[in-house]
């Protein structure tokens, strides 16, 4: 938290500022897709009312 | 990897007060539309999908132990399941509290580039963005679906789902942070093909689930989906502001 006076990463180059937030990103869509689109039966039974709450394909 | 921790920080507080807010909300509007649409499952017995097998009694005289394993027995072909009630509504939770994390992971990241969410208002309208790309678009071709309910393919499904979320996102990714005609035309382009595509549809529409029921859960859940978003994006805005001490201002990029 030293640097992050304007932006969140403002002394970080931008290269780095590009990789950092696109893996930050490939990280939540992995989670939403494990959690609401994965075919494993377990995790779909667990998940299933909210999967049909989000109207995430579902069955 | 300072960034990337913050983006993350905020990330998971934001979704954890959205994913709460949306768990409570589907409590009383979307799971019991769900429930009494497996009633009618049920009484169809085509379907074999049985969440409800799970003997109530079991509930109040087996501890949690037991209770899974019930349902388990009673679902042998279609894996484990959590029992009904408590259990299957505590994951129901979880799952809204770690998909807002992945949500809210993708919306920090996202809106970083274009400038970060400086306060709570710019939040809202981010969280407007998010609504029409996660839950609006997709939800022209595949409207939310009860039990029960005839449907194409699932991967076909969700390749076009992922398809049109992409292509939304791209589109008004356009439209809002590029000054330009032809790219503009390209934008509205990219939002309408998936859906002279169309999505991936059932050979036959025959459902036991009446229509009204149908309806009503699709506007539950847009509804609450829309409410989570808003919360969902008002959040990082606020926190993301604690964090950084001053707002930036997306006026610049915003056009």
Known sequence: MTAASVSLGASVSSQSRFMQLALAALLGVFVMGFVGFSHIDAVHNAAHD???SMAFPCH | MNLFRNVVFIAAIAGLVAGVVLACMQAYATVPLILKAEVYEQAGGGHSHDHAAAPAATGTTAMSTAAPAEAAASAEDEGWAP????????????????TGVGFALILVAVSEFAGGIGNWRQGVFWGLAGFAVFTLAPGLGLPPELPAMPAADLTQRQI?????????????GLIAFRKSLPLAILAVALIVTPHI???PQPGSYETAIPEGLHHQFVVAVTVTNLVFWVVLGAVVGVVRGRFTGTAT??????A
Do not use: K
């Open chain 1, 50 to 52: 909210y999967r049909h």
């Open chain 2, 83 to 98: 029992a009904d009630g408590f259990e299957r509504f505590a994951f129901s939770v979880l799952a809204n509290i770690v």
């Open chain 2, 160 to 172: 076009w789902w992922w398809a049109t979320v992409a292509a939304t996102a791209a589109g008004l």
């Open chain 2, 197 to 199: 595509v169309g999505a």
């Open chain 2, 249 to 254: 201002s997306l006026r610049d990029s915003f």
